[in-house]
């Protein structure tokens, strides 16, 4: 893949193309194969995904690829409170896009359960959570330009806490004041502990986002993307 000509921290690679499917298919084999020697080593393997229109063609070909998807447990690194079928709601876009053909045999843990608010419905997300193994197996970040990823927003007032390296808590209500849709998030210690960590990225802007979040590592909490800017990290991007 032809690759930007960027300076990374240690240990982030970066891998690019002109082609966005390319780059969505190169994710997906990566992801797959990483996937295949979780399986061969634990009952389980787990993979977190995020939403938005990014990764959809990651999500098509990755449903496509010949795994035992009955030993994997999926579900969304954050998601918008909005019910199943709405436009905004991304596990529907998981459930259509990536469970779909051979992955529809995987076992989707759903971010979204019944009440009125995140904060109501917490107890159940958590029920619902509560088989999940950690650390994570393999997490799929995307990154929004004001370097926000999954719903680590840097304007919601419960981003301390859901930054917080010492929190146990698995998943937090989010209510970034930016944002149309009160959300839930996986908290940054469960994210950050991954085995294996993607970031993926779509358009020129965000590769501006990217240079300015590595300009700055240390200022966490204004992008918090840069939390996981750390060695390990890959970065799949196109324009």
Excluded: C
Excluded at 110 to 118: E, F, H, I, M, R
Excluded at 142 to 161: I, K, V, Y
Excluded at 195 to 216: F, I, P, S
Aim: charged letters at 25%.
């Amino acid at each position: 893949m032809k690759m930007p000509d960027m300076p990374l921290p240690d240990g982030v690679t970066l891998e690019s193309g002109e082609d966005p499917q390319e780059v969505a298919e190169a994710l997906a084999a990566d992801v797959a194969r990483f996937l295949v020697q979780r399986l061969e080593r634990a009952d389980r393997a787990s993979l977190v995904v995020s939403g938005g229109s990014t990764p959809l063609p990651f999500f098509r070909a990755l449903s496509q690829v010949d795994l035992d998807w009955s030993r994997v447990d999926v579900l969304l690194a954050d998601e918008r409170w909005v019910p199943e079928g709405d436009p905004a709601s991304n596990t529907t876009l998981v459930r259509e896009n990536l469970l779909q053909n051979k992955a529809a045999d995987a076992n989707f843990l759903s971010l979204k359960q019944v009440g009125a608010t995140p904060e109501e419905g917490l107890p159940r997300v958590r029920s619902a959570l509560a088989g999940l193994k950690l650390p994570l197996d393999v997490l799929i970040l995307g990154m929004g330009n004001d370097g926000h990823t999954a719903s680590l927003f840097p304007d919601a007032p419960e981003l301390p806490d859901a930054m917080d390296l010492e929190s146990r808590d698995l998943v937090l209500a989010m209510n970034p004041p930016s944002q149309a849709q009160q959300r839930i998030t996986l908290t940054r210690p469960v994210l950050a502990g991954a085995r294996y960590t993607a970031l993926h990225l779509k358009g020129n802007d965000k590769l501006d986002t990217l240079a300015a979040a590595m300009a700055r590592p240390e200022a966490i909490m204004a992008m918090p993307v840069r939390a996981f800017l750390k060695p390990g990290l890959k970065v799949f991007w196109s324009p």
